[in-house]
Nanobody
Framework: QERLVESGGGLVQAGGSLRLSCAASGRIFSSYCMGWFRQTPGNEREFVAAITWSGTITRYADYVKGRFTISRDNAKNTVLLQMNSLKPEDAAVYYC?????????????????WGQGTQVTVSS
């Protein structure tokens, strides 16, 4: 059964760093684009970052460019999101997603699979 399981969320002070991890199981991963989204209460889920199956192309939302880095380890079926210089407005539930199409489609929320989410809290 295909699953995405996020980990690494927690509480961090503004300016600090966190690294999120998403482990994929089943047939997800090697040929899938992977990405991260986030959502705060009462708001739509928003795109954060995506990466192609090869890892050669990445896509970022403007509000995280230069601070967040997405990467993947295909041998471990894992995608990472390194988050630096965190701001209070980065606080959200972060979701991992997988898509067979493209990072562009993924950035538009067209995912085939979603994880359950991990909470990130940033204190000011």
């Amino acid at each position: 059964q295909e699953r995405l399981v996020e980990s690494g969320g927690g509480l961090v002070q503004a300016g600090g760093s966190l690294r999120l991890s998403c482990a994929a199981s089943g047939r997800i991963f090697s040929s899938y684009c992977m990405g991260w989204f986030r959502q705060t209460p009462g708001n739509e889920r928003e795109f954060v970052a995506a990466i192609t199956w090869s890892g050669t192309i990445t896509r970022y939302a403007d509000y995280v460019k230069g601070r967040f880095t997405i990467s993947r380890d295909n041998a471990k079926n894992t995608v990472l999101l390194q988050m630096n210089s965190l701001k209070p407005e980065d606080a959200a539930v972060y979701y991992c997603a997988a898509a067979t199409t493209s990072t562009l489609d993924l950035s538009l929320g067209r995912a085939d699979y979603w994880g359950q989410g991990t909470q990130v809290t940033v204190s000011s």
